[in-house]
């Protein structure tokens, strides 16, 4: 990535847009996914993350878009925790019941990190895993 890329921050406007989007009819219902992580090598989306502070649940709305990921064969990573010092509990998305209030899911465990520096190793094990894996899915038929 490049060092431009790098200093990009969150957009005012695209806030804004969400925000805009939510006086909109009622029946109009939509999630936000917080980062996607791609490779160039398969090209792929590796896995959808979803940061969460401590105490946030997952909406229905939020099911139904990891329900259609998995679908497609694309993980999906809830990361909770404290964005300033990079401790977090990861977990897997395996499936979610979006009609009960509040929404059923089921999540697995897959690490804790204490530091940015530890998500950072993860990041790089689980990328070189899922791309391993994509790529022996498409040398055997499976795409």
């Known amino acids: 990535m490049n060092e431009a890329t790098r200093r990009l921050v969150g957009s005012d406007s695209r806030d804004d847009f969400k925000r805009r989007h939510k006086d909109l009819h009622s029946s109009f219902y939509a999630c936000d996914l917080d980062l996607c ?38 993980k999906v990573l809830i990361v909770q925790g404290d964005c300033d010092t990079g401790e977090f509990c990861v977990s897997e998305y395996v499936s979610g019941n979006y009609k009960p209030n509040p929404p059923q899911v089921q999540l697995t465990h897959v690490t804790d990190t204490t530091c940015w520096e530890d998500f950072e190793i993860f990041q790089l094990n689980f990328r070189r895993q899922e791309e391993q894996r994509l790529r022996d899915k498409r040398n055997t038929g499976g795409f």
């Open 37 to 74: 992580w791609i490779s160039k090598n398969p090209p792929s989306i590796l896995a959808a993350i979803d940061y969460k502070k401590d105490g946030d649940g997952i909406t229905f709305s939020e099911v139904i878009a990891y329900n259609n990921l998995r679908e497609q064969d694309i």
